[in-house]
């Protein structure tokens, strides 16, 4: 996210009487009445504005400063998933059956050879036991981390969205301020110099050197 860098169009501004030597041209609402042009080059005047290299090092710390925080939420979420990977592994190992009883030996005799017959142990007609504490208590904190992590997602994407929002803002503000001292800059220096009406330079095909108000405009903006 960097700043964007906006531009009039074309800036007009009404100023006093015609100077010699000056572009002239009829004023429609008056034809007895003549006037001058000039023009600027706005983007070079946005450019080099002092305010506006302020204003671009002020946007990049506020957009590092909101990615710090994205970041550590990130880290955050992180963590939990972490946490909540490992106790499900945990549970899963729980879950695992008990290992089935060991077959019993039985000797069979007979006149002239001993066997021995493997033969099952009798299954065990108890119910079967109950859940162990550990497991109930793994399931419980499974869900609860499961349901904290949904809400921190969701709080993370809302607070990312406001971020973004809040830097989209604070862009379009101070290019509005920034604009409108440039604007001003470019209507006093047009009442100083005798100009009837400024045009941006990019909407000019040509334009004599002597029109250019662009360094008078950045000589005002700076103090001069």
Do not use: C, W
């Amino acid at each position: 996210m960097r700043t964007k860098l906006l531009t009039a169009a074309a800036l007009l501004v009404l100023a006093g009487p015609a100077r010699l030597g000056a572009i002239e041209l009829s004023l429609e609402e008056n034809k007895a009445l003549r006037g001058n042009i000039g023009f600027v080059d706005t983007q070079r005047v946005f450019r080099a504005f002092p305010d506006t290299v302020k204003a671009k090092e002020n946007f990049e710390e506020a957009v590092r400063q909101a990615e710090e925080q994205v970041n550590s939420r990130k880290a955050g979420l992180l963590r939990l998933r972490s946490e909540l990977d490992a106790r499900k592994v945990a549970r899963a190992a729980a879950a695992q059956p008990a290992p089935a009883p060991a077959a019993q030996a039985v000797g069979v005799s007979s006149p002239t050879l001993a066997v021995a017959v493997a033969t099952p142990a009798p299954a065990a007609l108890t119910p079967p036991p109950a859940v162990p504490a550990a497991t109930v208590a793994l399931d419980e904190e499974i869900a609860r981390k499961t349901a904290e992590l949904a809400r921190q997602e969701d709080s993370a994407r809302e607070e990312q969205a406001a971020a973004e929002k809040n830097l989209l803002d604070l862009e379009s503000r101070r290019s509005e301020i920034l604009l409108g001292k440039i604007y001003r800059a470019v209507q006093e220096v047009a009442q100083r110099e005798g100009i009837s009406v400024v045009v941006d330079k990019s909407g000019i095909i040509y334009g004599h050197s002597a029109m250019d108000l662009t360094d008078k405009v950045l000589k005002y903006l700076r103090g001069g």
